[in-house]
């Protein structure tokens, strides 16, 4: 599962490819994604609440920026 975990560059290139698709949601999911797995966690954590303000609530993405969140109070 490391490999998953550390590879930074799927996520940025997901974080591209959903800006250019105009998803800015999933955008700045896989931006928190990306920063979580530098362990970047302030840089995860803001991009995670900013996903909430374009994710639709009670969903698969908006729980995971919400754990994202969580997990980076720590």
């Known amino acids: 599962t490391s490999k998953f975990k550390k590879n930074t560059n799927?996520?940025?290139l997901l974080?591209?490819?959903?800006?250019?698709?105009?998803?800015?949601?999933?955008s700045s999911l896989a931006g928190?994604?990306?920063f979580l797995?530098?362990?970047?966690?302030?840089d995860?954590?803001?991009k995670a609440i900013k996903s909430?303000?374009?994710l639709q609530?009670?969903?698969?993405?908006?729980f995971r920026?919400?754990?994202?969140i969580f997990l980076t109070k720590k």
């Open 65 to 68: 920026a919400k754990d994202i």
């Open 37 to 42: 797995s530098l362990g970047m966690k302030k």
């Open 57 to 62: 609530k009670n969903t698969a993405n908006y």
């Open 10 to 12: 799927a996520w940025k």
């Open 44 to 46: 995860a954590k803001a």
């Open 52 to 54: 909430l303000r374009y």
């Open 15 to 26: 974080e591209i490819a959903y800006g250019k698709e105009k998803e800015f949601g999933l």
């Open 32 to 34: 928190a994604e990306k």
